[in-house]
């Protein structure tokens, strides 16, 4: 049981413009949510996070969105750049839960010239 | 840096060996974690450990086992490896800490069971 969705398997988007990825959850406990950027045989490195008492956290090209009462989670790249090419994973997590974090199953990003 | 190291990069065992995967960090995290990844299905929590000697269930951890002797090092054993542990597995580590939440992972263990 998945508790951590991401329902787009692969995204596609010319450089220079914006990639949403989308992220749905159904735990009502998570209280911290995350984003990892991957790249092929390497392990996942931190992107950026949100705290459930805020609905937007911005870091350089990348925003995410949290809309607590629909359980989901967006994560904005403008502009999209070459290297942003990679599997990027949502994750989610309670402070009961000892840190650990659920995944969803990622979403493959493209960026073409 | 935070650097989370595992032994191996790439690995072939045979049905039925017993495995070990090695993991160890640097930054006296108290949070130690292995996680699988297969395509489609993300990363799947097998075990945790919140401290040495204490250790936790994850999603999926029949045909695993972990153990943790020291805090900055976290192996994972596969008493009989099978063909369906060929997976990538992920070692990470983290602190639980107001405004620091991130898990920190290493670079990976490709495993082929043949």
Redesign the interface.
Same mark, same amino acid.
């Given at each position: 049981d998945?508790q951590?969705k991401?329902n787009s398997?692969s995204l596609s988007v010319q450089e220079g413009r914006i990639s949403i990825l989308n992220c749905d959850y159904t735990n009502s406990m998570f209280d *911290?949510f +995350?984003w *990892?950027k991957k790249y092929p $045989?390497?392990?996942?490195?931190?992107l950026i996070?949100i705290s459930s008492i805020k609905d937007k956290n911005e870091d350089g090209r990348f925003t995410v969105f949290l809309n607590k009462s629909a359980k989901h989670l967006s994560l904005h790249i403008v502009p999209s750049q070459p290297g942003d090419s990679a599997v990027y994973?949502c994750?989610a997590?309670s402070?009961r839960s000892?840190?650990? +974090?659920?995944?969803? $199953?990622?979403t493959q990003v493209v960026v073409t010239p | 840096d935070v650097k989370v190291t595992q032994s191996s990069r790439y690995l072939v065992k045979r049905t039925g060996e017993k495995v070990f995967l090695e993991c160890v960090q640097d930054m006296d995290h108290e949070n130690m974690f292995w996680y699988r990844q297969d395509p489609g299905l993300g990363l799947r929590l097998i075990y945790f450990s919140y401290d040495v000697k204490m250790k936790e269930k994850g999603d999926i951890p029949e045909g695993y086992s972990v153990s943790r002797e020291k805090k900055e090092r976290f192996s994972l054993i596969l008493e009989s490896a099978s063909t369906n542990q060929t997976s990538m597995y992920l070692c990470a580590s983290s602190v639980i800490r107001v405004g620091t939440e991130e898990a920190f992972f290493g670079q990976g263990t490709r495993l082929t069971v043949v």
């Open positions: 998945q951590v991401q398997p *911290y +995350l *990892y $045989a390497e392990g996942p490195t931190f996070s994973f994750a997590r402070t000892w840190g650990k +974090l659920q995944f969803g $199953a990622g | -």
